[in-house]
C-alpha cells in the first residue's frame, strides 16, 4: 500500500496561507514557519505529520499528497480545519 510523509502549515485564513508560501519560495524554512505560524499540534515539530497511508487524512488532503511532486509546496488547500500548505517529503507506491 502507498506511504507518505509529509508536513504542513494550518492556518485560518487564505491570505495568509499565500504569504507564508511566498515566504518559503524567497528561501524562508518551512520548519521555522510551521513553529512559529500553524495552528496544529505538528507545529512543535515543524509541520511534521509522519508517515500515514490513504484515507487517513481528510480526502482534501489526501488528493495532494498521493499526486503531487515530492519536496514542493503545494497550498492553499482548503480543508475543514482551514488553510494548508504541504509538502510531501517521501511517498512511495
Not at 500500500?1 to 524567497?26: F, G, N, P, W, Y
Not at 509522519?50 to 480526502?59: D, R, W
Not at 511532486?69 to 510531501?88: D, R
Request: proline share 4%; aromatic share 6%.
Amino acid at each position: 500500500m502507498a506511504q507518505a510523509t509529509a508536513r504542513h502549515i494550518l492556518v485560518d485564513s487564505e491570505s495568509q496561507c499565500e504569504e507564508l508560501k511566498t515566504k518559503i519560495d524567497a528561501g524562508e524554512d518551512f520548519a521555522d514557519l510551521a513553529r512559529e505560524h500553524s495552528s496544529c499540534p505538528s507545529s512543535s515539530k515543524g509541520g511534521d505529520l509522519g508517515s500515514f497511508g490513504p484515507g487517513q487524512m481528510v480526502p482534501e488532503f489526501d488528493k495532494v499528497v498521493f499526486s503531487a511532486e515530492v519536496n514542493e509546496v503545494q497550498g492553499p488547500v482548503k480543508t475543514q480545519f482551514g488553510y494548508h500548505l504541504l509538502e510531501v517529503t517521501s511517498r512511495t507506491d
